[in-house]
């Protein structure tokens, strides 16, 4: 079986326990690795190093950490094949796929090392000419940075660019499910020379590990993405040191079709968006609501072009559009929701059960599914799903839509296709989540902010916005006398 460590302070170290927990290849149900189980010693020694680490780091030239940013990316590019090889094998997503991963883990790192260059502080004009106030910007320290099992390298990235390009350094815990393929990134930054204690990584269950890190006296920030409940947990942890809380959190997506759209581009938006990943993506449509008058005819063909999606073991069958779920307690809460909406009179056009055959009697498997008569009281139009099973249901106005769409505790995306620019503004203007897309389903941009409404989070990750959550405005006041 292959064996992890993990990175504290530039070594590659076991737990101070020694006790390992396996990883599981969703596919076949099989352990293929273990990784340390951590100790909240094992905390305190990454977290010290941080720290030690962070007056160093933090004064360093941002050319020189540009320089390092650089480096960094081209190791990933360089390991790419490499490390989406290990993600596909312990979070099933094609390997296609978790090769992009990587590429847009590496675009993340480049991005940041040259947007540190554009954060500016300002003088401002005062009444009395003997003063003169400036404001300057400085990383705000050790930052602990929690990311989830569904893009554990392209997550982590985002946290780690910003973090290393601020100035802060960083101590990081991947998922339990997903731990390989971060040790490895982390590894390509080790190996472009991040000097030690600036990156550190450990593994370990989230109830102790996580907790011991969040609560740390000297961590500054916590960067959390993760499920709504764990980042409520999160946030109520750090209130006793009032430290710095960025959270990207659970989503409810509607995908809203008006009759004036192009049915091609939003059926295929649709099943992009709905199945990608099987669903398993923080802004994944939840919930499709398609203007009544083209109902039929969108179903029609969302039902034909899902149908045409290949399933099955990526690392078996290189082509494959859909690998199995991460894990049981994902696939149970997608059985669950479609059995409940069965109950309350849903109807499935297709999918709704395990694939057949002797290749998926083990393994997290699941059609992707398509439901309709569908209402509001269904536990699939109200709760993030998170698998590969989405309801669709007709709408006839704009206000009835919108109302519909926002009837929910969550805010992180919604997608509209239209090609009336009228219905495109005023739809855009009144959802209320961060993330709008107006006729596509690729709203997470590296260059722009991504930012969560109302439960979908607080604060944002990725562009200019981002960066400055992992830095301190600081005001210096001057008599010239």
Request: glycine content about 8%; aromatic content about 8%.
């Amino acid at each position: 079986m292959e064996k992890y460590l993990m990175l504290i302070d530039g070594e590659w170290v076991e737990s101070k326990s020694g006790e390992y927990q396996q990883v599981i290849n969703p596919a076949t149900e099989e352990p293929f690795a273990q990784v340390p189980s951590a100790t909240k010693e094992d905390v305190d020694r990454a977290v010290q190093a941080a720290y030690r680490a962070f007056k160093e780091w933090s004064e360093t030239s941002l050319e020189e950490r540009r320089k390092l940013l650089y480096k960094a990316a081209e190791i990933v590019e360089k390991r790419a094949a490499e490390i989406a090889k290990a993600l596909t094998r312990e979070q099933g997503k094609p390997l296609k796929q978790a090769a992009n991963e990587l590429t847009n883990a590496a675009h993340v790192l480049r991005y940041f090392a040259e947007e540190i260059f554009r954060v500016y502080g300002e003088i401002i004009p005062l009444p009395n000419k003997s003063y003169e106030s400036i404001t300057i910007w400085q990383p705000v320290g050790v930052v602990a940075a929690i990311t989830p099992w569904n893009y554990p390298v392209q997550l982590l990235s985002w946290k780690v660019g910003a973090a290393l390009a601020a100035g802060c350094t960083m101590v990081a815990k991947p998922p339990s499910y997903t731990p390989i393929s971060p040790i490895m990134f982390m590894e390509c930054l080790v190996e472009a020379g991040i000097p030690k204690g600036v990156v550190n990584i450990i593994t370990g269950p989230g109830r102790t590990v996580g907790e011991a890190l969040v609560t740390h006296p000297l961590v500054r920030k916590v960067s959390l993405t993760g499920s709504t409940d764990v980042g409520k947990r999160v946030m109520k942890l750090c209130a006793d040191g009032l430290k710095r809380v960025t959270l990207e959190l659970g989503g409810q997506t509607p995908m809203i079709v008006f009759a004036d759209a192009d049915l091609e581009k939003a059926v295929k938006g649709a099943v992009r968006r709905s199945f990608r990943n099987m669903g398993q993506i923080c802004n994944a449509i939840n919930r499709i609501y398609v203007e009544k008058k083209i109902f039929d005819e969108f179903v029609e063909r969302f039902v034909e072009e899902t149908k045409k999606l290949k399933i099955g073991n990526p690392l078996e069958e290189p082509d494959v559009d859909l690998g199995p779920m991460c894990n049981k307690e994902t696939l149970d809460k997608v059985i669950e929701h479609v059995e409940d909406a069965v109950k309350k009179g849903g109807k499935i056009l297709c999918g709704g059960k395990r694939p057949e055959g002797e290749k998926f009697k083990k393994g997290y498997w699941y059609e992707p599914t398509i439901i309709v008569n569908v209402n509001h009281d269904m536990l699939i139009m109200k709760e993030e799903t998170f698998g590969p099973a989405k309801p669709v249901m007709p709408f006839e106005t704009i206000d009835q839509v919108i109302e519909w769409a926002n009837s929910t505790r969550y805010g992180l995306a919604a997608y509209v296709y239209t090609n009336n620019l009228n219905i495109a503004r005023t739809v855009a203007r009144k959802l209320e989540a961060g993330n709008i897309g107006i006729n596509n389903v690729d709203v997470a941009t590296t260059e722009a902010p991504y930012p969560g409404w109302k439960e979908s989070g607080l604060g944002c990750d990725l562009g200019r916005e981002g960066l400055k959550h992992y830095l301190e405005i600081k005001h210096i006041k001057i008599f010239y006398g």
